[in-house]
C-alpha cells in the first residue's frame, strides 16, 4: 500500500513539474492545446496542461546575422562580390512559430535574395558612393517580407565589396588620370589669373613712367644678393625719360 501511494506521489510530483513553465524576461512562449494554438506567455512562471498543452520558446532579443558573400552583376555588367550583415528581432512570438517554419533562416534566405536583386538593379558607383541609401532600401524591402512572419528588421548594413584584380586597376588608373586632369586645370588657371595680373601691372606702368623704373630698380635688388656671377641689364630709352633727361642730351 505505501508502495502504491509512492509511485503516486511520485507521478504526481512529475506531472506538477511538467505542468509549471519557467520563461525569462528575453522570452515568450507560445502555447498550443491540443494542436490549437492558445497565445504566448511569459515572461516568469506559469502552468500548462501535461500532454495537452505544448510550449514552443521564442527569443525576442535582437539577433544579428551575417549575409553571406553574393556574386552580384551591377546595371553597368560588373561583376562583384558583396556581403552584408542583417539585425532583427521577433516582435509577434505567435506568427514567428505559426506562419513560418524557421523564421531565423527564411530571414537570411530572403535576405541573400534581395540583396542581388537591389544591388544587380545599382551601378557600381552607387554601390560605392551611395551605401546608406542601398542599405534604407534593403532594409525596406526585407522588412515588408519578413514583416508576416512577425519579425522586425532595424538595420541593414553592406560590409564588403569585392572587385576583381583587373578592375581594381582600372579604377586606379581612371583615378590617376582624374588627378592628372584636376592638375592641368588647376595650373591652367593659375596661368590665367598671372596674365589677368600682368595686364593689370602693365596697365598701371604704362599710366604712371615712374613706376618702370622701381621696377627695375626691385630687380637689380633681388639680382644683386647673386655675387658670383656677372649680370648684364639692359635699360630702355625710355627709362630715362623718368628722369627728365633726353638721351641725345647724355651724349
Known amino acids: 500500500m505505501a508502495v502504491g501511494f509512492g509511485i503516486l506521489g511520485a507521478i504526481i510530483l512529475i506531472l506538477i513539474l511538467m505542468a509549471i513553465k519557467i520563461v525569462t524576461e528575453y522570452e515568450r512562449g507560445v502555447i498550443f492545446r491540443l494542436g490549437r494554438l492558445v497565445g504566448a506567455r511569459g515572461p516568469g512562471l506559469f502552468v500548462i496542461i501535461p500532454f495537452i498543452d505544448r ?5 525576442l532579443r535582437v539577433i544579428t546575422m551575417d549575409v553571406p558573400s553574393q556574386e552580384v552583376i551591377t546595371r553597368d555588367n560588373v561583376t562583384v562580390r558583396v556581403n552584408a550583415v542583417v ?23 530572403i535576405s541573400q535574395t534581395t540583396l542581388r536583386n537591389v544591388l544587380g538593379q545599382s551601378e557600381l558607383d552607387e554601390l560605392l558612393t551611395k551605401r546608406e541609401k542601398l542599405n534604407q532600401m534593403l532594409q525596406k524591402i526585407i522588412d515588408e517580407h519578413t514583416d508576416p512572419w512577425g519579425v522586425k528588421v532595424s538595420t541593414v548594413e553592406i560590409k564588403e565589396v569585392e572587385l576583381a584584380e583587373e578592375m581594381k586597376r582600372s579604377m586606379a588608373a581612371q583615378a590617376e588620370a582624374e588627378r592628372e586632369r584636376r592638375a592641368k586645370i ?3 588657371e593659375g596661368e590665367l589669373q598671372a596674365s589677368e595680373k600682368l595686364a593689370q601691372a602693365a596697365h598701371i606702368i604704362g599710366r604712371e613712367p615712374s613706376a618702370i623704373q622701381l621696377r627695375y630698380l ?6 644683386a644678393s647673386e655675387k658670383n656671377s656677372t649680370i648684364l641689364f639692359p635699360i630702355p630709352i625710355e627709362l630715362f625719360k623718368a628722369f627728365g633727361v633726353r638721351p641725345e642730351e647724355k651724349k
Open 87 to 109: 539585425y532583427f528581432r521577433v516582435v509577434d512570438p505567435e506568427a514567428s512559430v505559426v506562419k513560418v517554419l524557421d523564421h531565423i533562416r527564411a530571414t537570411s534566405q
Open 55 to 59: 510550449m514552443v520558446k521564442v527569443d
Open 186 to 188: 588647376i595650373h591652367a
Open 218 to 223: 626691385s630687380t637689380l635688388t633681388e639680382i
